[in-house]
Nanobody
Framework: QALLVESGGGLVQAGGSLRLSCQAS????????MGWYRQVPGKERELVAT???????NHADSVKGRFTIARDNAKNTVYLQMNSLKPGDTAVYLC?????????????????WGQGTHVTVSS
């Protein structure tokens, strides 16, 4: 399993910006897809954006043109630049990474989640 640690959340006014970061660590052989999801209490987890190891991206329609996902493969880190934030973007943002790890004897696939970082957008 990879350990994911997010940072960068906080309180911001509508129209403002935040940049989230998520670094993966552990016995990682390779990371395939990385992504950001968000969750509001009482609602299902929602995909925000994903990025492949080659840099292909996918953004939810609700954030297209405002959010941008990027990754630094050398640092095992994924970023989410969030601009023009709206109160509806308020949620816990969770990082996800899928890939191949090493358990000391053999390779094992992993699908890991971070603890989440809170983003609150005030009107």
């Amino acid at each position: 399993q990879a350990l994911l640690v997010e940072s960068g959340g906080g309180l911001v006014q509508a129209g403002g910006s935040l940049r989230l970061s998520c670094q993966a660590s552990g016995s990682i052989v390779r990371i395939d897809a990385m992504g950001w999801y968000r969750q509001v209490p009482g609602k299902e987890r929602e995909l925000v954006a994903t990025i492949s190891s080659g840099g292909s991206t996918n953004h939810a329609d609700s954030v297209k043109g405002r959010f941008t996902i990027a990754r630094d493969n050398a640092k095992n880190t994924v970023y989410l630049q969030m601009n023009s934030l709206k109160p509806g973007d308020t949620a816990v943002y969770l990082c996800n990474a899928r890939g191949l790890g090493f358990d000391g004897r053999t390779g094992r696939s992993f699908n890991s989640w971070g603890q989440g970082t809170h983003v609150t957008v005030s009107s």
